[in-house]
């Protein structure tokens, strides 16, 4: 367990968590759903002037929604690493660093074989992801979407998440969850980032055309940090022959 | 007047709607903040092209019409046009 109370503690943990968070931010799923619920409420609309309250609101509801759910996702998470699991902290950490290497290694070799539009969620839950951002007409709906897109990223995100929650196991106090927003805050930069240039009028086309052109970059990244952060964590808190 | 059938992805049959292909057509060029006058006369020329193709196709898929009202669309509003073919596109 992390006492948490040291300076060069927080800066260990926050230099895991905001690589964490980078990483978790760098897939793009949220996003993709983001542009494409924007691109739905400006076809949707005739008034010009109603055009941009509408996307603004949406599209900040959404990245508000997708926040909530990333911070309970790693609230939960924690809770459980802390409460119900008494794995000692070296196995652990050899685990979640062996889960965040397979998870670098299947980011490159499942995106390679289709140029990087396969994902890894069920059609089903694609279809429904779909279905809902051309359904969602308030801001309400909007939010709710944003939470269930970030439910729909486990797969991707489910090793930077333990990362972050096995460093925060331990009894609940304020570094705890200051650290914990800050995690929700990077991994959802992107999508408030993007709402505010949509809501500035950029054009999504464009948004998507970036994205598409740097798809494979994006995956790279994604790929080759995960293995980074897998081996820093492991050096960290992993090695040494004594298993707490 | 066309009167072709589209074969939808899960098999079922439905009459061809050029309403329902116009609005989809100018819903995208809206998308890409087009004017709502530019965004209908796009979408009716695009249609126009599209049921030209169609004549004397009694069946076609979906997909087929998807791509074809693309490929219409791209004369007049290139952006729209690629926002209508990633429009189901989350990846």
Redesign the interface.
Known sequence: MYPLTQPSDLLTIASVVVLAGLLHANFQLAVSVLTRLGAHVLGRNDIRRQHQRHLAKAAAAYAWGNFLMIGLLAAGVTYVLSALVTVPQKPLWVMLSLLGGLTGLAVLLIYRRDGGRRLWIPEALKNYLYERTKRSTTAAESLALGMVTGLAELPFIAAPLLFVAALLRGAPDLNRLAILLLYAAIASAPLFLLAAAMGAGQQISRLERWRESNRRFLQLSSALGLAVLSVYVLSLFGAGSSPW | MVDTMLVKRGGGLEAYDPAKLRSSL???C????A??GEAETSAALAVARVERWLMGRPEVTTADIRRKAAEALVVYNP??A??YQ??????
Do not use: T
């Open positions: 100018a819903a995208a809206k998308s890409v903040r004017p709502e952006e729209a690629y926002i990633q429009h189901k596109n989350i990846s």
